[in-house]
């Protein structure tokens, strides 16, 4: 046969291979749209509370036209993505410290502010919004979803309104310290412990004898432990904040150094009396058998359990040492904020507080990706032979002695799900069959001073464009005036770079080489694009390596953000300091403002009304209108007079905006303190006016 004739055939062949692999990639895209719709429960799994929390009452929540119906609410509430808190079972059988009280009841759940829900399709245990069974390696898991912490909900006079994409109440740090205490309770109490077991043995899922569980139980108690330790603040958070950056941080720093840096760090921690905590022979003896390229998850927990032995050879560090040898290999997580708001995120060119992330290509993957790390994915990080993989060679490692590999829990091919799902996620508009009617009066003049005041940096949205893009102008922080801890830390927070050290990363003003110790924005980069290079474990080769694919392909071509210069007024990289234009902060978009209090990036502001007023300064006279500095969080009461949640009158958590972390000072425009982006300072508004703006602000 002539070599034309066996070209020709063998193009034919792998002609109707590739029409196969795509026909049988658009029968799976097909089934899995439909399979989307499937949970379509009229109340989108809401349930009425009765003498909940802070003694709030309230209906099956209603929901407002924000561009989805029950089965895209539904589907959004229990898409997986990857996370893995607690073996499923555990949660389902895990009761509340002191108590027979499940974890997971509606009571706790409400208590720590997070939002109950019966069951329905998708959702067969009735678990919390944002709660799901997650699977890896054929166990299951609790983990969380995107709606755990971007669902909200405005109560009103006993009527209960569920805001898709709205900020959480949820106290996440609050919650984990419970689970931390019930289940060291649960292995040191004879009787909640044959509760325990049995509850998790009935299940006949994951577990079927006793020492399994006690020993699994044991081992997700250190890992919950080591997590809360490693994360433990001066800054209490309290509800509706949480410092993301500052945990996945520390998540990135728990499985990237070797054993030389940990054993550096430990023969270098000083005392309060100036003395080394260790000597060289307890720090061997801490680190024997660690694995010498990355330590991970399973050998921090032993390291920290040696560092507190007293047996032989160990140092018998008290709490105290403890925190001062986490302030040396991790970094305080002191800069809690607000969740974000996620309508319009899809449509905006840059990301996060702070504009960390670019939302161009694949940086959605990327974000997303470093959120799983951050919320309990299960990072099988490993040192390998060298090798070519794709992983290695987008984090620079190919010529290294070992490489690590990025196998993780991680969703890649739900995340982009998420992503495509959230573009048709729209702002909730005002209900004022609810709250109340606008007046159309006032908000006109409201309007006109919105002009003059705001449209510099807050763009007017029309939530109805398809074709909408959202411009983030950043304002350095010298320069808005507003806390500067999570800016700032996100760039000057630094830890070991372990088998990075040494390698590349590409910046806006060129290549940087990754010292020993590097920022971790640099670290976390790094990782983010090993995990996304690292086709999913968790499939046969071939699907695997086709979702990978079309993954990758597909974030390219059908995501409407391209690359552009950052817009406003901040500090531009240099090569001298090529993260200077992240220590700002980004002014979003106001559209669904009112559904998103409190207010500021650290929710240190509890009204729209609060906002509008300045920050009393030394010399102030005592009389007049200032933000407060003191003011309870947690209701979800609405104030709709001064936009807000309800800030008295009942047990909250007390925020004070006293320390840095928590400053409620800077975007004083309307109150004549800030300058505008042109450097101009307007008048401060009079009370007439703030009105007037605040009621067109509900418009919006």
């Known amino acids: 046969m002539s070599r034309k004739k066996i070209i020709k055939r063998w193009s034919k062949r792998l002609a109707l291979v590739l029409i196969g692999v795509i026909g049988v990639m658009a029968i799976s895209l097909a089934i899995g749209k439909a399979y989307q719709r499937w949970d379509d429960d009229p109340d989108r799994g809401g349930m009425a509370i009765s003498d909940g929390q802070f003694g709030e009452d309230y209906s099956v929540p209603v929901y407002l036209d924000q561009g989805w119906d029950e089965a895209d609410s539904l589907w959004f509430y229990n898409i997986t993505q990857g996370s893995a808190l607690l073996p499923y079972d555990f949660y389902l059988s895990l009761e509340m410290e002191n108590s027979e009280q499940l974890i997971r009841s509606p009571d706790v759940i409400d208590a720590f502010r997070y939002l109950p829900q019966k069951p329905t399709f998708f959702n067969p245990d009735g678990l919390a919004v944002g709660f799901v069974k997650d699977n890896y390696k054929n166990k299951d898991y609790m983990g969380f979803t995107c709606a755990a912490c971007h669902t909200g909900q405005v109560n009103y006079q006993g009527t209960a309104i569920r805001v898709d994409g709205a900020p959480a109440m949820a106290d996440m740090v609050g919650y984990l310290t419970a689970m931390e205490k019930a289940m060291k309770q649960t292995l040191q109490e004879t009787n909640k412990q044959k509760r325990f077991v049995d509850r998790v043995i009935a299940q006949k899922n994951d577990y079927k004898k006793e020492a399994d569980v006690l020993a699994d139980l044991r081992t997700w108690t250190n890992t919950l432990e080591l997590y809360n330790t490693v994360n433990h603040s001066h800054i209490e958070y309290g509800y ?33 009396d100036g003395n080394y905590l260790l000597t060289v022979d307890q720090a061997h003896k801490v680190l024997e058998g660690i694995n010498e390229t990355i330590i991970g998850n399973d050998q921090f927990v032993l390291i920290i359990q040696r560092l507190q032995s007293s047996e032989a050879g160990y140092p018998a560090l008290n709490q105290r040492n403890m925190l001062r040898v986490r302030n040396a290999l991790f970094n305080e997580p002191n800069a809690p904020v607000s969740y974000p708001f996620l309508w319009d995120i899809a449509q905006s060119d840059y990301v996060q507080w702070n504009g960390i992330a670019g939302n161009a290509g694949i940086g959605p993957i990327g974000r997303n990706t470093g959120e799983v790390i951050g919320v309990f994915g299960i990072l099988d990080w490993q040192a390998k032979d060298p090798g070519f993989s794709i992983s290695a060679y987008l984090t620079k490692q190919e010529k290294k002695r070992k490489r690590v590999d990025f196998e993780s829990s991680v969703d890649l091919v739900n995340l982009k799900r998420i992503e495509n799902h959230l573009r048709s996620l729209k702002s909730p508009q005002w209900p004022e069959a609810i709250l109340g009617n606008i007046d159309k009066d006032r908000a006109a003049k409201g309007k006109l001073l919105y002009s003059e005041y705001c449209q510099g940096c807050h763009e007017i949205v029309d939530r109805n464009n398809a074709d909408r893009i959202i411009i983030g102008k950043f304002s350095a922080i010298e320069k808005v005036g507003t806390d500067p801890a999570m800016a700032t830390n996100s760039v000057s927070y630094t830890g070991w770079s372990g088998n990075l050290k040494h390698t590349y990363q590409s910046t806006d003003v060129g290549d940087i080489v990754i010292a020993e110790r590097a920022p971790v924005a640099q670290l976390l980069t790094s990782v983010t694009k090993g995990v996304v290079g690292t086709p ?26 391209k690359s552009s210069i950052k817009a406003g007024n901040y500090n531009p990289d240099t090569t001298a300091d090529p993260y200077a234009s992240l220590k700002s902060y980004k002014a979003r978009s106001l559209n669904g403002i009112w559904a998103t209090a409190p207010y500021l990036h650290n929710g240190s502001v509890p009204t729209l009304y609060d906002l509008l007023l300045p920050v009393k300064r030394d010399g102030d006279p005592d009389d007049g209108e200032y933000r407060p500095d003191t003011f309870s969080v947690g209701s979800r009461e609405f104030d709709p007079v001064k936009v807000g949640f309800r800030t008295e009158g009942y047990d909250g958590f007390e925020f004070k905006a006293l320390r840095t972390g928590d400053l409620n000072s800077g975007h004083e425009y309307a109150a004549g303190k800030t300058e505008q982006l042109n450097g101009e300072i307007l008048p401060a508004l009079t009370k007439e006016e703030r009105l007037d703006l605040l009621e067109f602000l509900k418009t919006l």
Do not use: E, H, M
Not at 545 to 557: A, E, G, K
């Open 240 to 272: 509706a904040r949480l410092d993301a950056f500052g945990r996945i941080y520390n998540r990135v720093l728990q499985y990237i150094p070797n054993r030389d840096n940990v054993f550096d760090t430990l023969t270098s921690v000083l005392g309060a």
């Open 536 to 561: 999913d474990p968790d499939k046969n080769f071939i699907r695997r390596w086709l979702d990978w694919l079309y993954n990758l392909v597909s974030s390219f071509f059908d995501n409407p953000i």
